[in-house]
């Protein structure tokens, strides 16, 4: 099993940049695709980004492609979220998953999560 816990949520303005980590337990975090979800209050959970094991292969949302980029350090069992051009609407807690079976980036079967982090971008 893998542990997940989120860092680096926060408030920001329109515009502005946040970079969320991930820090996974465990000595196999390579062997795990990685991906970030987000929910806002009242909708359903959101896929943001999904990253293959080895880092070769990514997915974004439409609605943050071009200004999201997700990463994965596997020798520091890590993953980010670099957050550019924040809007309103990127609000939402964001949640760091893993999973071991063997998906495309844009799955949404994933099997551990952690506990969130609040994101708040104002106007």
């Known amino acids: 099993q893998v542990q997940l816990v989120e860092s680096g949520g926060g408030l920001v303005q329109a515009g502005g940049s946040l970079r969320l980590s991930c820090a996974a337990s465990?000595?196999?975090?390579?062997?795990?695709?990685m991906g970030w979800f987000r929910q806002a209050p009242g909708k359903e959970r959101e896929l943001v980004a999904g990253?293959?094991?080895?880092?070769?292969?990514?997915y974004y949302a439409d609605s943050v492609k071009g200004r999201f980029t997700i990463s994965r350090d596997n020798a520091k069992n890590m993953v980010y979220l670099q957050m550019n051009s924040l809007k309103p609407e990127d609000t939402a807690v964001y949640y760091c998953?893993?999973?071991?079976?063997?998906?495309?980036?844009?799955?949404?079967?994933?099997?551990?999560w952690g506990q969130g982090t609040q994101v708040t971008v104002s106007s």
């Open positions: 998953a893993a999973d071991l079976r063997v998906r495309s980036s844009d799955s949404y079967d994933y099997n551990y």
């Open positions: 990253i293959s094991r080895s880092g070769g292969s990514t």
């Open positions: 465990g000595r196999t975090f390579s062997s795990y695709r």
